[in-house]
């Protein structure tokens, strides 16, 4: 079965700051998710990568996928106070199927002002 | 709002309840999900209903039963549940063969048991 490692397990960054996560699989990666959560609510989908180098950005926040298609990072640039969260990284087993996600434990992410 | 809804958003119940968990989307999808949300461990997947057939998991307790009555409805029906079932459960939505559009979830039901 598929395991997904996030890095670092909590992450600490003065606003303004910026920041990467990373997101480390253990097998070839179809289709990868970035969410983001509130405590104790749902997740908010960010972006989704599918090829090889793939990079994408929204606002802020980039997302990127190595070559190998094993490993994500997702770098937040001038943080803000909106960014605090948690974010999870999700993997697809074969892209389009309805097989459902497998996710790695989150990331923590706490700005200070 | 999502598009995915689900209800109730807090539950209490004892260890001899039986009560229900209800998710619903309109967002013409045909695969719908229940996941576990538990603190410090990943979100777990616990049924998928692709075209409202489920696909089995056997590692969930029988304790929990789900129930997709058509493409827009699931439902989590709980009973003699025990305090370590206490999580967030989420449900998702995605439309299956459909690449780069994600699946959507709910905001939860967070479910204590007593």
């Known amino acids: 079965s598929q395991e997904l490692e996030q890095s670092p397990q909590s992450l600490i960054v003065q606003e303004g700051k910026n920041l990467t996560i990373n997101c480390t699989s253990s097998k070839t990666l179809y289709g990868l998710y970035w969410y983001k959560q509130k405590y104790g609510e749902g997740l908010i989908f960010l972006m989704m990568?599918?090829?090889?180098?793939e990079e994408k950005s929204h606002e802020k926040i980039t997302a990127k996928l190595d070559e190998k298609k094993q490993q994500s990072s997702l770098h937040i640039t001038a943080s803000q106070p909106s960014h605090a969260g948690i974010y999870l990284c999700?993997?697809?087993?074969?892209?389009?199927?309805?097989?459902?996600?497998?996710f790695g434990k989150g990331t923590h992410l706490i700005i200070q002002p | 709002e999502t598009g995915v809804t689900q209800t109730p958003r807090h539950l209490v119940m004892g260890m001899t309840n039986k009560k229900s968990l209800k998710c619903e989307q309109h967002l013409g999808h045909n695969a719908m999900y229940w996941y576990k949300q538990s603190a410090k461990k990943p979100l777990e997947l616990m049924f998928v209903?692709?075209?409202?057939?489920?696909?089995e998991n056997n590692s969930v307790p029988s304790r929990f039963s789900p129930e997709c009555p058509n493409s827009s409805h699931l439902f989590l029906h709980l009973h003699t549940l025990q305090p370590e079932d206490s999580a967030l459960y989420l449900c998702?939505?995605?439309?299956?063969?459909?690449?780069?559009?994600?699946?959507?979830f709910g905001s939860g039901t967070r479910l204590t048991v007593v």
């Open positions: 990568l599918q090829k090889g180098g």
């Open positions: 999700g993997a697809d087993g074969r892209g389009g199927g309805a097989d459902g996600l497998t």
């Open positions: 998702a939505s995605s439309r299956q063969g459909l690449i780069g559009y994600g699946y959507t």
């Open positions: 209903y692709s075209l409202e057939e489920r696909v």
